[in-house]
C-alpha cells in the first residue's frame, strides 16, 4: 500500500516465513511496489487469502488472486476484521454487527464471541475508528445513542478500523 517505504525483496522473503509455507511458495518482484507469489497448492493461496489483511514494517499490504487484468483502483477493496467495542449486551447479536459493518461497507462475516465482523471496505476511503450508533427498544437505550469504538487504533494481526 506505500511501495514507497516497503521493501519488496525483503516481503518477498519475510511472508512466506509469516504464512508458514516458506518451502511451498516462491516470490517474485514485478516492479512499482508490486509482487507475485506461486503457490505448490490450492489450499495454500486459499489460507494465505483468507488470513489477510497483512501489515508488515507499520504499512499495510493488500494480496488478491492473480487476474490476466488487474482492475486499475486496485486494491479498492479491502477485507477487514474490524473488532467493536461499546455495543450494548443486550444488542449484542448477529443483525447487530451486521448492521455496523454494512454501514461502513459489505458485511461478509460475523464472530459473535470475539465481537468482530469480516467487512470489505473501500481503501481509497479514510478509515473511521469511533461513531454513534442509535440503540432503539431497548430497556436502557430507549431512543438514546452509545459510542462504539474498535477497541484500539492500529494494526495488530487484525485490522481495526471502523
Aim: aromatic share 12%.
Amino acid at each position: 500500500m506505500n511501495p514507497e517505504e516497503q521493501d519488496v525483496t525483503v516481503l518477498l522473503v519475510m511472508l512466506p516465513k509469516i504464512w508458514k509455507v516458506e518451502e511451498r511458495v516462491v516470490g517474485a518482484d514485478l516492479g512499482l511496489g508490486r509482487f507475485q507469489f506461486h503457490f505448490d497448492t490450492e489450499e495454500d493461496i486459499v489460507v494465505v487469502l483468507e488470513m489477510q489483511l497483512y501489515h508488515f514494517d507499520y504499512w499495510m499490504i493488500a494480496l488478491a488472486r492473480w487476474q490476466p487484468r488487474m482492475a486499475r483502483d486496485f486494491p479498492s477493496e479491502i477485507p477487514l476484521w474490524i473488532k467493536i467495542v461499546g455495543v450494548p449486551t443486550e444488542f449484542w447479536s448477529t443483525p447487530t454487527f451486521q448492521s455496523i459493518g454494512d454501514a461502513i461497507g459489505e458485511t461478509t462475516d460475523v464472530d459473535l464471541d470475539y465481537g468482530k465482523m469480516r467487512v470489505i471496505v473501500d481503501g481509497c476511503k479514510e478509515l473511521c475508528f469511533e461513531t454513534p450508533v442509535d440503540f432503539k427498544g431497548g430497556e436502557y437505550y430507549e431512543e438514546d445513542e452509545a459510542l462504539v469504538t474498535t477497541g484500539n487504533k492500529g494494526f495488530d494481526g487484525t485490522a481495526k478500523a471502523l
